[in-house]
């Protein structure tokens, strides 16, 4: 029974910073490469970064590169993402999952609790 619970959103100005949390269960963490997606209103899952099993160097989709760093800790099954100099466009629901996907394809993939990030004036 997979958990993907993730928490740390809220209302940002352009150029402010938060740390979202992610915490999983219901399978092994340290088996699978993690990852952050967003959606905006009206859109579908846009991947935003991964990190592979042992950690270390998180990738990232070009619109957040330089901006946002992913993270993991294996003792408490819970990916980071800290994003800094936040714009705008990044207003979405941040969501984390275990597995990968891109346009449609993510229909098929179980979402869990996501957490809204907001960034306005």
């Known amino acids: 029974d997979v958990q993907l619970q993730a928490s740390g959103g809220g209302e940002v100005q352009p150029g402010g910073s938060l740390r979202l949390s992610c915490a999983a269960s219901?399978?092994?963490?340290?088996?699978?490469?993690m990852s952050w997606f967003r959606q905006a209103p009206g859109e579908g899952p846009e991947w935003v970064s991964s990190?592979?099993?042992?950690?270390?160097?998180?990738i990232y989709a070009d619109s957040v590169k330089g901006r946002f760093t992913i993270s993991r800790d294996s003792a408490k099954s819970t990916v980071y993402l800290q994003m800094n100099n936040l714009k705008p466009e990044d207003t979405a629901v941040y969501y984390c999952?275990?597995?990968?996907?891109?346009?449609?394809?993510?229909?098929?993939?179980?979402w869990g609790q996501g957490t809204q990030v907001t960034v306005s004036s």
């Open positions: 999952n275990e597995n990968f996907c891109s346009g449609n394809d993510c229909d098929r993939l179980y």
């Open positions: 219901g399978f092994t963490f340290s088996d699978y490469t």
């Open positions: 990190i592979a099993r042992a950690g270390g160097a998180g």
